[in-house]
């Protein structure tokens, strides 16, 4: 088998051509055997893309420490890390690092060169210890600075140049999110920027999210000037409920710091910008959780 990036090639094997238009081997695990059987001499091939992840802040503290007033546990990091690892990347996840610009700059540009995306948690705002913005600048530059999407607005988009050599080249800028450190902020900006960013390394299409009609539980207002994403619970409609629909979505409370409602939820409501009253029965479209609770 050629090992060489870009092409795989199958030991040889006698042509047997599957029928048009038909998988040889089930999407998502390339079979070479399958594949080389069809009589496919190479196989396009792309590199599980590494995620880097930096946990920042003062009051961050690594899971199982002794928590003292003020203090906050990692929980974020594993999030993105399962999020990550749903898409098809690698993880890579440093130590907590505190609100310590130089220390931030130092690791961002270090994982710049191990990582196809950084993901840097926390620091977005525009607080007095929110340095990630001109963090971004320093290591390569920032291109946006807040979205109009609730919860997760004061996201970061920007990029660090690695600095290094690639066969006589310099090596590419590397995408650099700054993640909103409130737990629903981060899921959200996660699923909006990271996936499509890791999708694209891997060279495969979005994931094929499988939207789900639901009836409205009771009357909802949201703000027109944003993309709402709304968390909510499903239960089966009752008979004679109005068809189209087989569950019923009820929205939870808002506010974007509680990642227990996201352990309690079963599917997001993304509201479209523009969008803003809703009546109890109308029927809405909504985003089912991998792996939640039903």
């Not at 094997?13 to 695990?29: I, N, S, Y």
């Not at 396009?44 to 009051?59: F, K, L, Q, S």
């Not at 929110?130 to 607005?153: F, N």
């Amino acid at each position: 088998m050629d090992h060489r990036p870009g092409t795989c090639r199958p030991a040889c094997a006698r042509p047997r051509r599957g029928l048009p238009g038909q998988p040889t081997a089930p999407p998502g695990g390339t079979s070479a055997a399958a594949a080389a059987a069809a009589g496919h001499a190479t196989l396009e091939v792309a590199r599980r893309p590494v995620a880097a992840i930096i946990p920042t802040g003062d009051e961050i503290q690594p899971v199982g420490s002794a928590l003292r007033p003020g203090e906050v546990t990692d929980s974020n990091s594993l999030m993105l890390a399962a999020q990550a690892t749903e898409t098809g990347a690698h993880p890579l996840v440093s130590d907590v690092l505190p609100d310590e610009p130089d220390m931030i700059l130092a690791e961002v540009r270090r994982l710049a060169q191990l990582a196809g995306l950084v993901l840097v948690i926390a620091g977005s705002s525009a607080g007095r210890h929110d340095h990630t913005a001109a963090i971004l600048a320093q290591a390569g530059g920032l291109a946006v600075r807040g979205v109009a999407v609730r919860p997760g607005h004061p996201v970061l988009l920007g990029y660090a140049s690695p600095g290094q050599k690639q066969h006589g080249e310099t090596a590419p800028p590397v995408p650099v999110i700054g993640v909103p450190g409130y737990p629903l902020a981060a899921a959200v900006i996660f699923e909006l920027f990271a996936v499509p960013m890791l999708c694209a390394l891997q060279g495969r299409p979005l994931p094929d999210r499988a939207w789900q009609r639901a009836e409205l539980a009771c009357d909802w207002t949201s703000s027109p000037d944003v993309e709402d994403w709304v968390l909510v619970s499903l239960t089966p409609a009752a008979t004679g409920s109005r068809a189209g629909a087989t569950v019923v979505a009820t929205p939870g409370r808002r506010g974007a710091g509680s990642i227990s409602r996201l352990m309690r939820a079963q599917a997001w409501w993304p509201i479209p910008i523009g969008e803003a009253k809703f009546t109890r029965g109308e029927h809405i479209d909504v985003l089912p959780i991998p792996g939640a609770p039903r």
